[in-house]
């Protein structure tokens, strides 16, 4: 298939597309007075926009940089106040992942970002594909790796009716067309067009092998997670107090469940983050 495509003419769609729509204000793609991009901010980011809309990361990324600017200061923070931060983007294992990356950046790696995928697939709810994001993202380095919206792009080009398509298949086109003298614009461009895709062209992505619809927020139990979580942002509360809340049978699963994962203790009868 590789040598059936017409590469720069699907690279100048994709530039195209980033020109004229792409979302260039984004908080998280902003560079530092240097030039630079921030490897902590990035991967902030991309552990926010894991399952959560990009409208909805936004507000919550910057209130989250300007309580804890740097790694160090993540690191040094009480999860409470982490997980007060993060309150409102659900999945908050990712605030402990995130915590708990930015401690072995600050006490393994004395406060300098890893730059190797290696290593920083080592760091806590960092896979390949964030790992891979990051090197591009906030080193610069032409890595291949596919997302969610990356995937939607391949898929909507190269694999029209076809199903069960493998990441892996995907990612051999994403190696091939890779811009390799600016990765960073590049990705933008992909996740930007792939965003559009998914809400023009009826989301490529469920012919994907890896596709797997989100199940149902309302009654679920990341639901009853959530609220155990804002409330307790608020105050301690007892059992019966939270029973009073959430009447869910369902309640006491959910704070084992949570104080087993460190998200949540427990002094004397009181709840508390």
Do not use: C
């Given at each position: 298939m590789?040598?059936?495509?017409?590469?720069?003419?699907?690279?100048?769609?994709?530039?195209?597309?980033?020109?004229?729509?792409g979302r260039h204000?984004?908080?998280?793609?902003?560079p530092e007075s240097d030039g630079t991009f921030d490897p902590y901010k990035v991967l902030v980011s991309e552990l926010m926009l894991?399952?959560?809309?990009?409208?909805?990361?936004?507000?919550?990324?910057?209130?989250?940089?300007?309580?804890?600017?740097?790694?160090?200061?993540?690191?040094?923070?009480p999860l409470s106040a982490v997980l007060r931060a993060w309150n409102g983007?659900?999945?908050?294992?990712?605030?402990?992942?995130?915590?708990?990356?930015?401690?072995?950046?600050?006490?393994?790696?004395?406060?300098?970002?890893?730059?190797?995928?290696?290593?920083?697939?080592?760091?806590?709810?960092?896979?390949?594909?964030t790992a891979g994001a990051l090197m591009a993202y906030a080193f610069g380095q032409p890595v291949s790796f596919v997302e969610t919206n990356i995937r939607a792009v391949f898929i909507y080009h190269f694999f029209k009716n076809q199903t069960a398509i493998a990441d892996k298949?995907?990612?051999?086109?994403?190696?091939?067309?890779?811009?390799?003298?600016?990765p960073r614009t590049w990705?933008?461009?992909?996740?930007?067009?792939?965003?559009?895709?998914?809400?023009?062209?009826?989301?490529p992505n469920r012919t994907s092998s890896s596709y797997s619809r989100q199940s149902k927020f309302a009654g679920s139990r990341r639901q009853i997670r959530g609220q155990v979580i804002r409330l307790l942002a608020d105050h301690a509360y007892t059992l019966s107090e939270l029973g009073a809340a959430i009447t869910d049978k369902r309640l006491d699963d959910v704070l084992d469940e949570?104080?087993?994962?460190?998200?949540i203790h427990k002094a004397g009868q009181r709840f508390n983050l």
């Open positions: 590789i040598d059936d495509i017409d590469i720069a003419a699907f690279q100048a769609v994709v530039r195209d597309y980033y020109d004229a729509h204000d984004l908080p998280w793609r902003q894991q399952q959560t809309q990009v409208s909805r990361v936004i507000p919550k990324f910057i209130d989250f940089i300007k309580q804890f600017p740097t790694s160090a200061s993540l690191a040094d923070a983007l659900g999945y908050n294992r990712r605030a402990k992942f995130l915590q708990e990356a930015a401690r072995i950046i600050t006490n393994r790696y004395d406060g300098t970002f890893p730059d190797q995928t290696a290593e920083l697939i080592q760091l806590p709810g960092v896979g390949v594909n298949a995907i990612l051999e086109l994403v190696a091939a067309t890779l811009v390799k003298s600016g990705y933008w461009g992909l996740m930007d067009y792939g965003s559009y895709l998914k809400q023009s062209a009826g989301n949570l104080l087993k994962e460190g998200l």
